[in-house]
Every structure is written in C-alpha cells, then in structure tokens.
C-alpha cells in the first residue's frame, strides 16, 4: 500500500516493532495495486484481526473499469472491498470494458445483451463493493437504503440490492419494494431477481408489469397493457405469468392462473397467449372511444389468442374443455340483438378490428346455442336454442337490414355445402323477421 498526503501522524504500537495508526491530511491519496483511492482525510487503523482505511472529504475510489464515491470511504484491506457512507455511488463496467479482465460477462447487469457495453451505476446510502484479486469485474455488491440501479435508460429501485458473482451463479436480488422501469416496460413486486445475463427479471408475490405498445393501423397511438399476478418472469421474447393472472387491454381483459405471452424480438408487441386453468376472455365496451361493438364474454379451461400483426387487436381463441362463448346486454343498445349464448367442448373464435368483434365461431363437441333472454320488452319472438355436434357461426347484423338479408340468405343456399342459417332479429320495424320467416318457406336451414 502507498499512501501520500500533505500531513501525516504515524502512531506505532506500544510494544514497539509496528503501526497501530495512520492519520493523513491534505489531498491523500491511497494506493493498492491496480486500486486508487482519494479524499482530504484518512484513518488507517489496524488490530489483530482487521486492516481498514477510513476516507473523508471528497472520498473517492477507482479501480480499472470501476469506480466509486460517498461521504466516507472505508477500504478493508483484508477483504479487498470498499464500504461507502452516505450518498454512497458505483459505477462497475462489464468485463468487456476492464483492462486484462476475462471475456466472461460476469458484471451485474439489468439490460439486454445488446447493452452489455454499458456500466452499471448504484446509488445508495450504504454500499460495499468487493473488488477482485487481481483486476476483472466485481464480483459482490450489496446496496441499502434508497437504492437505485441505472444502466443505459433502464432503471431498477428498492431499498435493498445484493449482488454476487461466481464461477456457476451470478444474479441479483432486489428487495423493499422494488421496481424496475425500461423504455418499454415497468414492473414491480415484492422480490425483484435478475440474471447474470441481466436480460431475464424474475418478480415474487404482488406482481405487476405494464407494457407499452406501439400503436399501428388503426390505433397509431401508443397502448397500455398492464398485468397483475402473484409471480412472473420476464425475458426479451417472453413473459410467464402464474398465479390469480389479470390482463387489462383498453378493448379487452384475460384472466387465468397461468398466462404465457409471446413477445416479438423487440418486446413491442405480444403475439400469442396461452392461458390455463379458470380462464376469461372479455371484450369491453367502450362506446366512448369509438368501439360500438355488442361486448362478449369467452370462459374456458385453457385458450390461445393469436394477436394480428400490430399486436394490437386479437385474431383468434382457441378453447378448450368447458367453453362457454356469450354476447352480454349493451350499455349502447342501439338495434343490437339480444344477448345469446355457446356452450361447447372446443371452440375457434375468429376476430376481425376494429373492436375485436366476432365474426366466425366454429364449435365442436356437445355444442348448444341459444338466447339468453329477450332484451325488448314485449319481444314477439321466443328465445330461441339450437343443439348439435358441430357449428360454424357467422355472425351478421340483422336489425332493420331486410334488403340485405333477402338477398344474402339466397346467396348462402347457393352454396354447395350444408349450411344452417340462424338469423337473430329483435323486433326489427323494417319488417325482417317476416322477410326471414317467408324464405324458411323455400330455403331448409334456416332458424
């Protein structure tokens, strides 16, 4: 060890033969291998079992890619590691960036390997960093009090942080509410761990993300998607949900006990869901922001939403094992049909924007379709219920469209395929149902 000062009291150990104590003043400057530490006071002490050095006024210290600061510094020479005090910061480079360090990216890092070139920097009130023998990466951090992680534009919060590197584990912990924050997504939960790839977040109890969008077609503006749920882990091209899963979407919500969601490279868009077990799938209505769609209401023990390409719309559900599919009554009941309802063993819903409206449901297995109430006070026309093996629904509005329907129906018959054509009409003035009700005259199928 070198240490240089402007003024300096050297206590010697009574019985003589060594250095009890060291106090420096005036730009001191300390000097360990490859580490220099810097500040206007030092204190070294020394006892039997310890060795420390204690740096005030504009303490300082730096090591080949690392360096720190705090209102007092205090290098324990045994250990190798410096405890900052007060307004305590690091910033720690990945092994790339040290002089004659392994090409192991062993450094804590919170961002994705493209990022891996870029320094860590913590913020504490507390912080001790263990340096290595001989130059590399640091291998061990601990940080307390109003800890703050930032590497690049991505940013991780809590009031406790450890960090520990070695030969076959290098991760990271984060606890006392912690949070993490990227361009593109935040989450937080009650334990926030990281890998050493520091691409991968693994959030315990209380969890919560929200994720971003980028908005395309006919939603150009950016979306929100947020989830809750007890646990998850989140890497880039992937999110895994368990536990009491909600998923809200300004059109639509999921929930399951388990949700796995596909992302795209970029993380900006999801792709496929597959969620498991007490599984809802529920259209919202929101007139307001344009969306005059009937809402709808799909429950299943397991399904799989395809998202179109924006990401911003669904395509298709599939489901699986007690389905049920239901149109629910309108806030905007304005010429909708009454509500009516699916059940089946599988079914596949076909979507088509904007609003997620059904368009096609094909279901299979022990299938009933059926009217769950008539919605018009004094409706003429009784619930209706059909019951078979396998449908195929196309979904068209019929209110007050008797032009066209006495042209599509015929246009369906010519079809050389067995069809079945159920028209739902609630009351419409425009005379339809009669319309409807002369052709089953003339076409079979029709209900």
């Not at 395929?417 to 409807?436: C, F, K, R, W």
Request: proline share 6%.
């Amino acid at each position: 060890m070198k240490l240089g000062c402007e003024e300096m009291t050297v206590k010697t150990a009574a019985t003589g033969g060594g250095v009890e104590s060291i106090v420096a003043r005036g730009n001191v400057v300390i000097e360990q291998g490859d580490t220099r530490a810097t500040g206007t006071k030092a204190v070294y002490t020394t006892t039997a079992t310890e060795e420390t050095i204690e740096i005030t006024g504009e303490a300082a210290w730096h090591s080949p890619g690392h360096e720190g600061k705090g209102d007092v510094l205090i290098l324990d020479r045994q250990r190798n590691e410096f405890t900052a005090k007060g307004k305590a910061y690091a910033k720690l480079f990945p092994a790339a960036k040290v002089p004659g360090a392994p090409t192991a990216a062993n450094a804590p890092r919170m961002t994705s390997p493209a990022a891996n070139d870029l320094p860590v920097e913590i913020s504490a009130e507390l912080l001790t960093v263990k340096l290595p023998d001989a130059g590399g990466p640091v291998q061990h951090v601990v940080a307390e009090q109003d800890v703050v992680i930032q590497q690049g534009d991505s940013r991780a919060t809590g009031s406790r942080a450890v960090y520990t590197g070695s030969t076959t584990s290098k991760e990271g912990e984060l606890t006392g509410g912690p949070a993490f924050r990227t361009p593109r997504f935040e989450g937080k939960g009650e334990t926030l761990k990281w890998n050493r790839q520091g691409s991968e977040f693994h959030v315990r109890r209380n969890g919560y993300l929200k994720m971003t969008r980028e908005g395309a077609g006919q939603s150009p503006t950016n979306r929100v998607v947020e989830v809750f749920s007890d646990d998850y882990d989140f890497k880039p091209g992937a999110a895994d949900f368990r536990g009491h899963v909600r998923l809200n979407d300004p059109e639509w919500k999921l929930a399951g006990e388990t949700v796995a969601m596909q992302l795209s490279t970029s993380g900006n868009q999801i792709q496929n869901i597959v969620a498991q077990r007490n599984v809802v799938v529920e259209q919202i209505e929101n007139p307001a922001a344009g969306n005059k769609n009937p809402p709808w209401r799909l429950t299943a023990e397991e399904a799989t939403a395809k998202m179109t390409p924006t990401g911003n719309q669904i395509e298709n559900i599939v489901a699986r094992r007690n389905v049920v599919v239901e149109q629910l009554e309108s806030r905007a009941a304005d010429g909708q049909s009454p509500p009516w309802k699916l059940t089946s063993e599988g079914v596949t819903v076909k979507l088509t924007a904007p609003g997620n409206r059904i368009d096609n449901i094909e279901a299979r297995q022990n299938v009933v379709v059926k009217q769950t109430e008539a919605r018009v006070v004094g409706a003429k026309n009784p619930p209706w219920k059909l019951t078979c093996e396998v449908v195929n629904l196309r979904l068209s509005a019929s209110g007050n469209e008797i032009e066209n329907i006495v042209a599509l129906i015929p246009a369906i018959r010519a079809v050389k395929a067995p069809v079945e054509i159920l028209v739902v009409d609630d009351n419409s003035p425009d005379g339809t149902a009669a319309a409807v009700q002369n052709m089953q005259k003339n076409y079979p199928g029709i209900h």
